[in-house]
């Protein structure tokens, strides 16, 4: 079992709706979270961080972290053409050694 | 900030061959990881440096990988000899710290072996 799980996707949906993203892992030592957007032929680049558990927003974009189910999940409101991309969230205890899940790729449709 | 720059972008080359994959991390960023990214097995962790000392290497698949990190502003990750399975993008990613508030990736280097 890999310790994060993310499902793959593809997932579609219409401009303006919301996305939600999630993934499960399994390492209880995990203590930071994170969401890279990656978009195709290019390096992930970082989306949000968290710290334990809870909730942070920033503008469309809201990650959530529910430690007890070990459960991430990413909301991207009004989602955008431009917000087609592969999500990939991410896992560490306090090792600095990041692990990341399979990646969902998003498709917008205008 | 010119960021993490990679080298070379893309290689061919043949099974057998001795490939080698450069990796600039950016100036002041004392972390650096090592990534492989396929379809089948997502991103990869392969080894990771602490000012420019090897920390986990546990990731790297097999004798055939090895990396080094001579000095702050350089490491490399080679492959000796590459076989088509290693056919992978490549990542190098530096941090701050930890690098438990993110780390800044490259651009990765596309490998096929044939």
């Known amino acids: 079992q890999k310790e994060v799980e993310q499902d793959p996707g593809p997932l579609s949906v219409p401009e303006g709706a919301i996305v939600s993203l999630n993934c499960t892992y399994s390492n209880s030592a995990f203590q930071y979270f994170m969401w890279y957007r990656q978009y195709s032929r290019k390096g992930p680049e970082l989306l949000m961080y968290?710290?334990?558990?809870g909730n942070k927003e920033d503008g469309r974009f809201t990650a959530q972290v529910d430690k007890s189910s070990k459960y991430i999940s990413l909301f991207i409101r009004d989602s955008q053409p431009s917000d087609s991309a592969t999500y990939l969230c991410?896992?560490?205890?306090?090792?600095?050694?990041?692990?990341f899940g399979q990646g969902t790729t998003l498709q917008v449709k205008p | 900030d010119a960021g993490v720059i990679q080298s070379p972008r893309h290689e061919v080359t043949e099974m057998g061959q001795e490939v080698t994959l450069r990796c600039k991390p950016i100036?002041?960023?004392?972390?650096l990881f090592w990534y492989r990214q396929t379809m089948m097995r997502g991103l990869e962790l392969l080894i990771y440096?602490?000012?420019?000392?090897?920390?986990?290497d546990s990731g790297m698949p097999e004798d055939r990988f090895s990396a080094k990190m001579p000095n702050a502003s350089f490491s490399t990750l080679k492959i000796q000899p590459s076989e088509p399975r290693d056919s992978a993008v490549y990542f190098c990613a530096s941090s701050r710290n930890t690098g438990l508030h993110g780390y800044t990736f490259g651009s990765g280097t596309r490998l096929t072996v044939v």
């Open positions: 968290t710290y334990s558990s």
């Open positions: 991410a896992g560490s205890s306090n090792t600095g050694k990041l692990i």
């Open positions: 440096f602490n000012n420019n000392v090897p920390i986990d």
């Open positions: 100036s002041g960023h004392d972390y």
